[in-house]
């Protein structure tokens, strides 16, 4: 559904900001978290998650800090950070979704008049 994937690619910037303004996460970690929190709605795949955080991180919207997981494993993760520009942008998208929301409710909710 081609509608649907441009939609969800609109809103994944502002949920990524969203759940690293809580705390710094790996991918794996966000996109486990949008998954579940959206019950589903917004499952991010590799192909689309991690070009959204490189992107992200050119633009100084997150930092990368890379963290070994377990010293017994020898793993190092990538874990991303919300930086200060990051958290304003964060807060132009909420105001910016809370606007459309505010509008579409009062366009389509309860007591929109038919005009068809």
């Known amino acids: ?3 649907r994937a441009q939609f969800l690619k609109g809103v994944a910037r502002t949920l990524v900001l969203g759940l690293l303004r809580e705390r710094p996460m790996y991918g ?6 949008l998954a579940a929190r959206s019950e589903g ?5 590799q192909g ?3 070009p959204l955080l ?7 919207l997150i930092r990368v800090s890379r963290e070994e997981d377990a010293p ?3 793993r190092r993760r990538c874990y991303y950070k919300l930086t ?3 958290k304003a942008e964060l807060e132009a998208n909420l ?3 809370e606007q459309i929301a505010r509008g579409m409710k009062l366009v389509l909710g309860k007591g929109a008049t038919n005009y068809a």
């Open 1 to 3: 559904m081609e509608n």
């Open 28 to 33: 794996y970690e966000i996109a486990t978290a």
């Open 41 to 45: 709605v917004f499952q991010l795949g």
């Open 48 to 50: 689309t998650l991690y």
């Open 54 to 60: 490189y992107s992200l991180e050119r633009k100084g």
């Open 72 to 74: 017994a494993a020898g």
């Open 84 to 86: 200060s520009a990051g």
């Open 95 to 97: 105001l910016t979704w």
